[in-house]
């Protein structure tokens, strides 16, 4: 190594960022920098400040450093870094023209790929990188394809194993049985530790029920919040002592985090300790319950659960599927979710609560009526704000088939995360009709989010994978959805919704029936303005919204489970 690459490198330690760029601008002319020098001071100038232009100035540094060798070491690593920093400046990016340079990237990283040399392109983390402009992309099929070419080639990390089966909820092509059985392969990638470097379980039983909840989501707007707050807003302090367990950055932390804090007896951050770390401090606690809420999905801590944190573990309110984990002992469900013959492909004991498996807390606004838009309009309007990764092929072709046999109706889409809508546009296109569809950009601010119900007659749940916080938050605002039946607990999460909210009339019992319900719906505005006025008038009263008897049933629900 030279004198000069080795006091880049020692800068670079030191993180003086800004005088390695100023060496390599003013020691190097433009052909002495190869791939990895341009490598570095694109690193460099990305780490010295965070702001768009100089993602920008970096990115193209890094398209600059792949391009100049393509096939190297040093060239996959700068395209990983231009994928990379392109997809963190589309998810922080609030102008179109900063998205539109975002896209482009994606595309013409998808293309360089495509043309590297083939035993260059199984490369690891350049795999992950591709895996992560599809989910952009909102690409299911594609996303799915790269995760197992990453396990095909014994790339068995455990968040891709978790992605992967977490994607395959989006599709019709896994069974049960195939959760279960890439969840046991999980298990088996999973590290496990020896019974010696861990605090043994204790089995003396507590004044008070420990409970201990675990999350990296406990902020504003997140789904999770809503639904715990629904436990933790008013508990029996004198019965049950409750830990929160957050595994979550510190720029993800806010008011909501604070006043979740608040609510709890104790709160602990794990975000900074190695598993061994938090499942000794976690097992000294002496829990009696640890129930996590994120399963295969978010920032999780899964492996502490393989582990075993305590005596008593629980999958609630995050996954709605099989870990496939020995150790996660309970799910929480309802009996609307999973059959009897179905238990099997469960690695968890099912537990039914009373009435359903999930209570929403509702929001702060004040709930007013929103009279039907047709009437103004004089035409229907669908919606859905579901994750475009859930708008399967199948729920494109039937929601082409609905809008080209209600003359003039309209769909609105808006994703719940940040997401690219060409692929989609596509496929509406495809169907002949593009036109009716509008899409919406997610929101910045909640509010303006909700009032966009304001502006749909009728929502359509999105299929195999279901939509649970927003077929919620749409009810609140007293707009109907439209659900169909499915064949595991996640895909049933829309049908445990309309039962309990007294509208099985709801529930399609296949594709036809979906499309012939939206249609008479449609079809009969009076008929449907009804429905809006008993939802409106009947939904804070029925287990969706009844924090007070989920509450109570939650707990008699965990005594239960100790006896």
Request: glycine share 2%; aromatic share 12%.
């Amino acid at each position: 190594m030279s004198k000069f690459s080795e006091n880049l490198k020692k800068l670079y330690f030191q993180k003086e960022y800004s005088k390695i760029i100023s060496l390599i601008n003013n020691e190097l002319n433009d052909e002495d920098k190869n791939s990895g020098i341009l490598n570095l001071l694109a690193t460099c100038i990305h780490c010295q400040d965070d702001k768009i232009n100089n993602k920008l100035d970096a990115i193209n540094i890094f398209e600059a450093s792949f391009l100049k060798e393509k096939n190297t070491k040093n060239a996959i690593e700068a395209l990983s870094n231009f994928i990379n920093l392109s997809i963190k400046l589309f998810n922080q990016s609030k102008t179109q023209d900063v998205d539109s340079i975002a896209k482009k990237n994606f595309l013409r990283a998808i293309s360089y790929y495509d043309n590297l040399e083939e035993t260059i392109k199984i490369n690891e983390n350049l795999l992950i990188s591709i895996v992560e402009i599809y989910k952009k992309l909102a690409d299911v099929d594609k996303t799915i394809h790269f995760l197992n070419k990453l396990l095909d080639h014994e790339f068995n990390d455990p968040m891709t194993i978790q992605s992967l089966i977490y994607q395959n909820n989006f599709r019709y092509n896994w069974l049960s049985k195939d959760y279960l059985k890439k969840g046991k392969f999980l298990q088996n990638n999973l590290e496990r530790f020896d019974k010696d470097k861990l605090v043994p379980l204790k089995s003396e039983k507590n004044q008070k029920l420990k409970i201990g909840f675990f999350s990296a989501d406990i902020f504003s707007n997140h789904s999770v919040s809503y639904f715990l707050k629904s436990i933790l807003s008013n508990y029996d302090k004198d019965k049950f002592e409750i830990y929160l367990y957050l595994n979550q950055n510190n720029n993800k932390k806010d008011q909501t985090t604070e006043e979740f804090i608040k609510m709890v007896d104790r709160y602990i951050d794990i975000s900074s300790l190695n598993d061994l770390d938090a499942l000794n401090q976690i097992r000294s606690h002496n829990l009696n319950y640890a129930i996590d809420l994120m399963g295969v999905t978010s920032t999780n801590r899964i492996n502490l659960f393989n582990n075993r944190i305590c005596n008593k573990q629980i999958l609630w309110c995050g996954y709605c599927n099989t870990t496939g984990l020995d150790n996660m002992d309970y799910i929480f469900a309802d009996k609307h979710l999973i059959k009897d013959e179905e238990k099997t492909f469960y690695s968890e004991k099912i537990v039914n609560l009373p009435q359903i498996w999930n209570c929403h807390s509702g929001y702060e606004a004040e709930r007013n009526f929103n009279e039907m838009p047709y009437l103004k309009n004089k035409y229907i309007t669908f919606g859905s704000f579901n994750n475009y990764l859930k708008i399967s092929d199948e729920v494109i072709s039937t929601w082409s088939t609905i809008l080209k046999r209600i003359s003039n109706s309209r769909l609105i889409l808006k994703p719940s995360s940040k997401r690219e809508h060409s692929l989609l546009s596509s496929k509406f296109e495809k169907n002949g009709v593009l036109k009716s569809v509008i899409f919406h950009e997610r929101k910045q601010v909640f509010q303006e989010h909700l009032n966009l119900y304001k502006n749909i007659d009728l929502s359509l749940d999105t299929f195999p994978y279901p939509g649970v916080t927003t077929s919620f938050e749409s009810i609140w605002m007293g707009v109907p959805v439209i659900t169909l039946m499915g064949f595991n607990f996640n895909s049933r999460c829309g049908v445990s919704i309309n039962k309990n909210l007294g509208l099985d009339n709801l529930i399609a019992t296949n594709i036809e029936d979906y499309i012939n319900i939206c249609s008479d719906l449609a079809l009969n505005p009076d008929k449907l303005n009804q429905i809006r006025n008993n939802i409106f008038n009947n939904a804070l009263r029925s287990p969706l919204f009844d924090q007070t008897q989920f509450r109570e049933d939650f707990f008699k629900t965990l005594e239960f489970i100790d006896n």
